[in-house]
Every structure is written in C-alpha cells, then in structure tokens.
C-alpha cells in the first residue's frame, strides 16, 4: 500500500513539474509584466 502510495506521489510530482517546465515562459512573461508596471 506505502509502494503504491509513493508511486502515485512520484508520479504527481513528476506531472507537475512537467506543467511547471511548460508554463515557465509564462510565468516569466507575467513577471516581467508586473516588473514593468512598478
């Protein structure tokens, strides 16, 4: 069941810095707009 578990919470870890990884450039985008407007 613990196996089980960690492989599931391995797996969601990965997923997520996968969508992290894809998402960065917009990330940066945002940041460098909210740096802009102060």
């Known amino acids: ?3 089980v578990l960690g492989g599931l919470l ?3 870890a990965l ?3 996968f ?3 894809l998402r960065a450039d917009a ?3 945002f ?3 909210a ?3 102060r």
């Open 27 to 29: 990330v940066l985008t």
């Open 19 to 21: 969508w992290a990884y």
């Open 35 to 37: 740096g802009m407007c």
């Open 31 to 33: 940041a460098g707009l």
């Open 10 to 12: 391995l797996a969601l």
């Open 1 to 3: 069941m613990m196996r």
């Open 15 to 17: 997923a997520l810095g």
